[in-house]
């Protein structure tokens, strides 16, 4: 059965600061990765999607993912974290062939700080 | 254009109870979801649906929960009786077509004290 796995339940960073959300897959076929973040008091959106071509895509709000096939990871990152990053972010694998299905993971909240 | 609705935001009802979540999707969209997120766990998959069809209901937890979507548009889910593993967020989503981006609402807290 396909999983998703996010190591870190809560992230804190300095604003300004690097971010890198990690994100690992169990999945017997080629996935289809996705990104999604939840403000407070907002649904989930989606960050970003990979379904196949160049394993580093670019997402909404500055961010950017990297699919590490041998790896089995999916990891998020932003080079300039700002104070409205403040959320929680979900890392999904979809075993339907596109967005119907979705496994997420547990999340990880991140923090920013001054 | 509106996104996806959800009421109540929060419901509290006390075990053996009935509570009655309702979805409203962007108009439109023929593809209706529901996810449920219990308390520091993953978001699972509950059911989709096409318009007033049921796709795929592999994700529902037991004969308790129901969900309907009447005329093809807004949908409810029924949870009778609750019990107290029924706590959690219940997100509901749609789309245009299958294969399409999901809009999801901002989810309905649901405490079964």
């Known amino acids: 059965a396909q999983s998703v796995t996010q190591p870190d339940i809560h992230i804190t960073v300095s604003e300004g600061a690097s971010l890198e959300l990690r994100c690992n897959y169990s999945y017997g076929a080629t996935p289809y990765l996705f990104w999604y973040v939840q403000s407070p008091g907002q649904g989930l959106q989606l960050l970003l999607k990979?379904?196949?071509?160049?394993?580093l895509v670019q997402g909404i709000k500055g961010f950017e993912a990297e699919f590490k096939r041998s790896q089995s990871s999916f990891n998020l990152r932003k080079p300039s974290v700002h104070w409205s990053d403040a959320a929680e972010y979900f890392c999904?694998?979809?075993?339907?062939?596109?967005?119907?299905?979705?496994?997420f993971g547990t999340g990880t909240k991140l923090q920013v700080i001054p | 254009e509106a996104g996806v609705t959800q009421f109540p935001s929060h419901s509290v009802i006390e075990k053996g109870q009935t509570v009655t979540l309702r979805c409203d999707p962007i108009s439109g969209h023929d593809n209706l979801y529901w996810y449920r997120r219990v308390m520091g766990k993953e978001i699972k998959f509950l059911l989709h649906?096409?318009?007033?069809?049921?796709?795929?209901e592999s994700g529902m937890p037991n004969n308790r929960f129901l969900a309907e979507r009447t005329g093809g548009t807004y949908s409810t889910l029924k949870v009778q009786p609750a019990e107290l593993e029924d706590s959690g967020v219940y997100f509901c989503a749609s789309s245009q077509k299958v294969y399409e981006k999901l809009f999801f609402g901002s989810g309905t807290q649901l405490s079964v004290l």
């Open positions: 990979y379904f196949s071509g160049d394993t």
């Open positions: 999904a694998v979809d075993h339907s062939g596109g967005y119907q299905k979705v496994t």
């Open positions: 649906f096409v318009k007033e069809s049921k796709q795929d």
